[in-house]
């Protein structure tokens, strides 16, 4: 099934308002030959990264939407990854509640995100009991960096590219500015 246009406008916001405004610098991921990375806009704040790419079907419906986000800290910051991952959860549930959808997300867990320690959730989301969206959240800390990806699909697209989404993830390459 096609995803429809609806659902991708609403990835985009969702994936812009879970994670911190940022813009694209610096080459982050390699991303595959068939995914579409998407320019993004500049933000004022010079030391964060922020990349997206979208993997589409044949018909040019997306599969999997996948943002990271780079955010410098400031000094002697410590950064509360569980809370920082259940605000990005609750802001997810409430822009899904808002358009009429109900979401369950898993329990925060520990996880991996380019090598470093994270925490992941994952959410399905529902429209009158039918699973529609996939989306995922992981945060990582290292040094004087944040870092926040997000990914997201139509329930068939995201278990189609898991694989290859963990492959991603397993070969980014973090390091500080």
């Not at 579409?36 to 922020?50: F, G, I, T």
């Not at 994270?118 to 992981?138: F, P, R, S």
């Not at 870092?147 to 973090?174: D, F, T």
Request: hydrophobic share 40%.
């Amino acid at each position: 099934m096609p995803f429809p246009l609806r659902f991708t406008a609403l990835l985009g916001v969702l994936l812009c308002t879970a994670l911190p405004a940022a813009h694209a610098g610096e080459l982050m991921i390699t991303w595959p030959a068939d995914w579409e990375v998407q320019a993004l806009p500049p933000a004022a704040d010079s030391h964060n990264l922020r990349q997206r790419a979208v993997k589409n079907d044949a018909n040019g419906d997306p599969l999997m939407v996948m943002e990271l986000t780079q955010t410098t800290l400031a000094p002697e910051h410590q950064v509360n990854m569980d809370a920082v991952l259940l605000q990005m959860r609750k802001t997810l549930q409430k822009n899904f509640a808002n358009g009429g959808y109900q979401s369950a997300c898993n329990k925060i867990h520990d996880s991996t995100l380019g090598g470093l320690k994270a925490l992941q959730t994952t959410c399905k989301i529902t429209q009158n009991g039918n699973h529609v969206i996939t989306q995922t959240l992981v945060a990582a800390t290292q040094g004087s960096s944040a870092y926040a990806l997000s990914y997201a699909g139509p329930a068939e697209g995201y278990k189609a590219n898991e694989a290859e989404v963990n492959g991603i993830r397993a070969s980014l390459q973090l390091s500080q500015p």
